[in-house]
């Protein structure tokens, strides 16, 4: 029982290029969302998901593309980097049936945009 | 929109007490209370659900005023493991659940010998 399992840890990206952000889960969790993280600013939600082909968006989707094929998975794509875009990720993932259950988050990617 | 957390930072001697305050505009389904140490990942603490219940874990507690749309998180007697950041998460619950869960800002928590 891995958990949430994200990679890769540490990306460097130059501005323009693409790169999915991979995130999986083997706890068969139907809920999962994406997080950035920056000084200052707390954990923001960037997309969401309440299951396989359900996806929606959170406080800050703009350049991030997210879909949900599986259970498993939930990809977060940058289709063209921008240095505002630097910042850590986290993935995390829970259970919908199980009120009192919270999120478990995956170890993060550090991403570097130049 | 991001629930807001108060305060900022506090720094604690050990054995000393401290509370945490979480408020939102929205009407809440849950709360949740996360703790991060520096580099690591957020990990859950406890969750609220909307009733006006009181939690416990270990010397750190919880309420939820659903009415007032607002938490605390209550650590008592305090320990140098206590230190890090510590966030309040809420749920709006469109579809009825946790499903769309908002951080605020964070609280840095300091654990002083």
Known sequence: NAGVTQTPKFQVLKTGQSMTLQCAQDMNHEYMSWYRQDPGMGLRLIHYSVGAGITDQGEVPNGYNVSRSTTEDFPLRLLSAAPSQTSVYFCASSYSEAPGYGYTFGSGTRLTVV | ?113
């Open chain 2, 1 to 113: 929109q991001q629930p807001v957390q108060s305060p900022q930072a506090v720094i604690l001697r050990e054995g000393e007490d401290a509370v945490i305050n979480c408020s939102s505009s929205k009407a809440l389904y849950s709360v949740h209370w996360y703790r991060q140490k520096h580099g690591e990942a957020p990990v859950f603490l406890m969750i609220l659900l909307k009733g006006g219940e009181q939690k416990g874990h270990e010397k750190i507690s919880a309420s939820f005023n659903e009415k007032k749309q607002q938490s605390s998180l209550y650590l008592t007697a305090s320990q140098l493991s206590y230190s890090g950041t510590y966030f309040c998460g809420t749920a709006e619950g469109p579809q009825g659940g946790s499903e769309k869960l908002v951080f605020g800002k964070g609280t840095k928590l300091t654990v002083n010998p």
